[in-house]
């Protein structure tokens, strides 16, 4: 299951809250902000994809996320190198570090974490 493009705009303002009103939602989106029915139908269709959950208050829902942003996106980047770079994750990172443009001062830095990683492996 996957979120549209505005369904992860809304979940990264709820990841970044931990739990929020719609208001608070609505606050935490730049000007033009969007219509209320706008995100309360983007916040039902999130709830009934199994995304997020509310408690109720009265009237009021507040919502929470059900998914990390570190496992939603690990997924995400797991099928993407499974499905476009045939699950071979150096064709991955040979096209990440050419075609990012990334700085010396960044590849480093990169290096370092693989370094890192290595080192914490078993063999």
Known sequence: MQ???????????LWK???AFMKDLLEAYPEPK???TTVATLLKRMNDKGFIAYNLFGNSREYYPLVKK??????????LIKNFFNDSSSQFASFFTKETNLSKLELQELRAIIDTEIKNKPH
Do not use: C, I, Q, R
């Not at 979120?3 to 303002?13: G, I, Q, R, S, V």
């Not at 570190?70 to 099928?79: A, E, L, P, R």
């Open 3 to 13: 979120l549209t493009k505005t369904e992860e705009d809304l979940m990264n303002y």
């Open 17 to 19: 809250l931990e739990k």
């Open 34 to 36: 969007p219509a209320n």
């Open 70 to 79: 570190k496992d939603y996106f690990s997924k995400h980047v797991n099928g």
